[in-house]
């Protein structure tokens, strides 16, 4: 199948979260199984000054929106899919972040800038760039290519479309206004297509107007059709329910693979697992924690916003140390929670040790190093990190929601008993629930060959893309047999 995935982050030419890890290790898993991905992502200046090392070409020149945009072409690194940078200065050449100014505030035409995406994706469905290809499927991803469904629809003949939620807490929500601002026309202007409580959602674009719709765990396909999990898009997430499922995401073994890193202090696999030890020593020295193999390491990498659940690791971290344990906290995001977290580190020294900003090789040192990996999340869409923990050996507690309860497997009795388990869960948003499950790891920790055999269980579960690809190669091949039969 030719497809056309597109995408407002990819790894490793630019990434805030786990969408960039998906864009770029799922394309490349679906071209293994022989289909042609060619990714579509806007040339913000620090992915272009990325993409420079791998060559860039120019292979197309058109004006969308009154903007003059030019088409550059270049390539996945260790892949063979074709990579498009919608290059457009005076929307994407600015520093940083795709969304943000360095003011953390959302840049005011976001919308203009996503909608030119879309319009682009648009085009290059119809092959009215002069290219010479056409895409038979159109993935797009989150609310930031939501629009290109709605764009499509009306096409004939017309590409499957096909539309994936990461995050439905990002809906991509702008004034009424908006819509004469991007020239949509009038009639979208509903509650059964744009229009939510007043405001322009793009990402419903996405959900009433694909043909497929997915998200990426079973588990939290089911949650967006609750009022708890569904932001208010429940209602119409039930309506659209026969097209809706959850895939899994799955993991880039090449990049996150303990024993072939190259960030590591010791490198180590299952039949060498003595050797993560080196890890976590050389992590404590980094880290300014005391030196002290016996002391259970506790770990959280993450995007320090609302979602992750700060709040309940800044509450059970000063009772959880005293057990005594460590912690190793890698984070950016909210000020408010950089601020907390310098100053529980800076009370607990040698015991809780903060780095603040983005650092993709010491998250690598820190999966390595840790013994027992926190992600106390609100909601977890899927969750990469305890997929990479699991990998690295370093036991998972998690809250169980959406992907985490999909692919950590609690110890309980039973599952210790048939060796299924692999980390804790915990039921409850709170910090006391978050404690219970760390105290049940500090337990299952003191004995080392129960311990052993968890991390185990952890490293020989297959995370990798092959399966999850396969279910998207059958998920395009069921929205392309409607679009045949319509
Ligand atoms: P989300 O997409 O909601 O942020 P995921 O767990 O899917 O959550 O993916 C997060 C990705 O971003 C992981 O690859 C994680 O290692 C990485 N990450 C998040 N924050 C940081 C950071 N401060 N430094 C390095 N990597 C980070
Ligand atoms: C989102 C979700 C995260 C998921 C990632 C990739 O950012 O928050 O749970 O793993 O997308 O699909």
Redesign the pocket.
């Known amino acids: 199948m030719r497809v056309l995935f597109v995408s407002s982050e990819i790894h490793p030419l630019i990434?805030?979260?786990?969408?960039a890890?998906v864009s770029a290790s799922l394309p490349r898993a679906l071209q293994t199984l022989g289909h042609q991905v060619t990714l579509l992502m806007p040339a913000y200046r620090d992915a272009l000054a990325a993409a420079s090392a791998l060559g860039v070409r120019l292979i197309a020149t058109h004006t969308i929106d009154g903007q003059h945009v030019r088409l550059l072409q270049t390539r996945l690194p260790r892949a063979r899919n074709r990579v498009w940078l919608l290059d457009c200065p005076p929307l994407f050449d600015r520093p940083g972040n795709p969304y943000q100014g360095p003011d953390g505030h959302d840049y005011p035409d976001n919308a203009e800038r996503f909608a030119l995406l879309c319009h682009a994706a648009a085009l290059l469905a119809e092959d009215r760039l002069g290219i010479g290809w056409r895409p038979e499927v159109v993935h797009s991803n989150d609310w930031q290519s939501a629009l290109v469904p709605l764009l499509l629809q009306d096409v004939r003949p017309r590409p499957a479309l096909v539309f994936t939620i990461?995050?439905l807490a990002y809906q991509g929500l702008f004034p009424a206004a908006t819509l004469q601002r991007l020239a949509l026309p009038a009639r979208y202007w509903h509650p059964d297509a744009l229009e939510f409580h007043g405001m322009l959602s793009f990402i419903k674009a996405g959900i009433v107007f694909a043909d497929r719709v997915n998200t990426v765990s079973p588990r939290y396909a089911s949650e967006i059709q609750q009022p708890a999990f569904g932001y208010g898009l429940d209602g119409l997430l039930r309506h659209r329910a026969a097209v809706l499922n959850g895939i899994l995401?799955g993991i880039d073994d090449r990049e996150w693979n303990p024993a072939r890193d190259a960030a590591l202090a010791q490198r180590y696999g299952t039949t060498t697992l003595g050797r993560k030890s080196a890890n976590k020593r050389a992590l404590q020295q980094e880290l300014g924690l005391a030196s002290d193999e016996g002391t259970p390491l506790f770990a959280f990498?993450?995007?320090l916003v609302e979602?992750?659940g700060i709040d309940l690791l800044l509450a059970a971290l000063p009772e959880l140390v005293r057990h005594p344990a460590q912690a190793a906290i890698?984070?950016?995001g909210e000020t408010a929670s950089e601020d907390a977290l310098a100053a529980l580190a800076q009370a607990h020294p040698g015991r809780i040790a903060f780095r603040a900003?983005?650092?993709?090789a010491?998250?690598h040192r820190i999966e390595a190093g840790a013994d027992v990996f926190l992600m106390p999340s609100r909601f977890?869409?899927?969750?990469?990190?305890?997929m990479?923990s699991l990998r690295y050996g370093t036991v998972p507690v998690v809250h169980a929601v959406g992907g985490l309860a999909d692919t950590v497997v609690d110890a309980t009795p039973e599952a210790l008993a048939d060796g299924s388990a692999n980390g804790f869960h915990f039921l409850t948003d709170t910090p006391e629930a978050l404690l219970a499950a760390a105290r049940r790891a500090l337990a299952l920790h003191a004995d080392p060959e129960a311990w052993r055999r968890l991390q185990l269980s952890g490293m020989r579960a297959d995370l990798s893309w092959r399966r999850s690809a396969r279910a998207y190669e059958q998920l395009y091949a069921s929205a392309l047999a409607d679009t045949a039969a319509a």
Do not use: F, M, V, W
């Open positions: 990434k805030t979260g786990g969408l890890d990461h995050n995401n990498i993450g995007r979602q992750k890698l984070g950016s900003g983005y650092d993709e010491l998250a977890e869409p899927c969750g990469l990190n305890q990479y």
